[in-house]
């Protein structure tokens, strides 16, 4: 499934649910960091990642947590099994690899602006793959979020894009978000079906691009539901 934050669930043999390098989100990548739009309770710890929740899954348990800076290899193993199309519905361009500064930049977040949550290989595995990510970049002048999501196709269809996508949603309300939106290419079903499934609204087209439609979700209106 893609999703795009245009230019992240295509990962390995991943469907492309939100993909986050957009024009807008690449620059946010090459910019400056900027102030949180209100203060957050998530503050990074520096070491080792954090723990996070267990995941059975059918080929074995996964760790559901934020993202950590330490991640960078286990980004770009996930990455490195992705297939030409997968890349293209991931970032809607042709990339081989992913290079070290910008797995550096992918990991190592903003946390006042900026989240992540991933499926990683549990410890104590060698060299732990990064299967699915969830993000997001809160506009601290707007307080609208684009989000992007990828989750690899072996582990698709078990809930896990859902799953993810609900905690992203309740991590950028807790940084002061009032919506979440991402760019879907039309051709990606599923992902369109799963934001359906969580609310979002969607839009006929993106002007930009016809081949994309933005979903949204208010995200004031579902916390006073």
Same mark, same amino acid.
């Given at each position: 499934?893609?999703?795009?934050? !245009?230019?992240?669930?295509?990962?390995?043999?991943?469907?492309?649910?939100? *993909? =986050? #390098?957009? =024009? $807008?989100?690449?620059?946010?990548?090459?910019?400056?960091? /900027? +102030?949180?739009?209100?203060?957050?309770?998530?503050?990074?710890?520096?070491?080792? +990642?954090?723990?996070?929740?267990?995941?059975?899954?059918?080929?074995? +348990?996964?760790?559901?947590?934020?993202?950590?800076?330490?991640?960078?290899?286990?980004?770009?193993?996930?990455?490195?099994?992705?297939?030409?199309?997968?890349?293209?519905?991931?970032? %809607?361009?042709?990339?081989?690899?992913?290079?070290?500064?910008?797995?550096? !930049?992918?990991?190592? #977040?903003?946390?006042?602006?900026?989240?992540?949550?991933?499926?990683?290989? +549990?410890? =104590?595995?060698?060299? =732990?793959?990064?299967?699915?990510?969830?993000?997001?970049?809160?506009?601290?002048?707007?307080?609208?979020?684009?989000?992007? %999501?990828?989750?690899?196709?072996?582990?698709?269809?078990?809930?896990?894009?859902?799953? %993810?996508?609900?905690?992203?949603?309740?991590?950028?309300?807790?940084?002061?978000?009032?919506?979440?939106?991402?760019?879907?290419?039309?051709? *990606?079903?599923?992902? #369109?079906?799963?934001?359906? *499934?969580?609310?979002?609204?969607?839009?006929?087209?993106? /002007?930009?691009?016809?081949?994309?439609?933005?979903? $949204?979700?208010? %995200?004031?209106?579902?916390?006073?539901?």
């Amino acid at each position: 499934m893609v999703c795009s934050i !245009r230019a992240m669930a295509s990962f390995g043999a991943m469907n492309t649910l939100a *993909n =986050p #390098l957009t =024009p $807008t989100y690449a620059a946010r990548l090459r910019g400056s960091r /900027r +102030p949180p739009p209100r203060h957050s309770r998530y503050r990074p710890q520096a070491g080792a +990642p954090a723990s996070g929740d267990v995941i059975a899954t059918a080929d074995g +348990p996964l760790l559901l947590r934020r993202i950590h800076a330490s991640d960078v290899a286990a980004l770009q193993r996930g990455f490195s099994h992705l297939t030409p199309d997968e890349v293209r519905m991931r970032f %809607l361009h042709p990339l081989t690899e992913l290079p070290q500064p910008l797995a550096e !930049r992918l990991c190592d #977040l903003d946390a006042g602006c900026e989240i992540a949550f991933v499926l990683i290989d +549990p410890p =104590p595995a060698a060299e =732990p793959e990064i299967h699915a990510v969830a993000r997001a970049h809160v506009d601290p002048v707007t307080l609208a979020a684009e989000f992007a %999501l990828i989750v690899q196709r072996r582990f698709s269809g078990q809930g896990f894009g859902t799953l %993810l996508m609900q905690r992203l949603i309740a991590a950028c309300r807790e940084l002061g978000a009032t919506e979440i939106w991402g760019d879907v290419l039309l051709e *990606n079903g599923p992902m #369109l079906e799963l934001c359906a *499934n969580l609310g979002f609204h969607r839009q006929s087209h993106v /002007r930009s691009d016809p081949g994309l439609a933005r979903v $949204t979700l208010d %995200l004031t209106a579902a916390a006073s539901a």
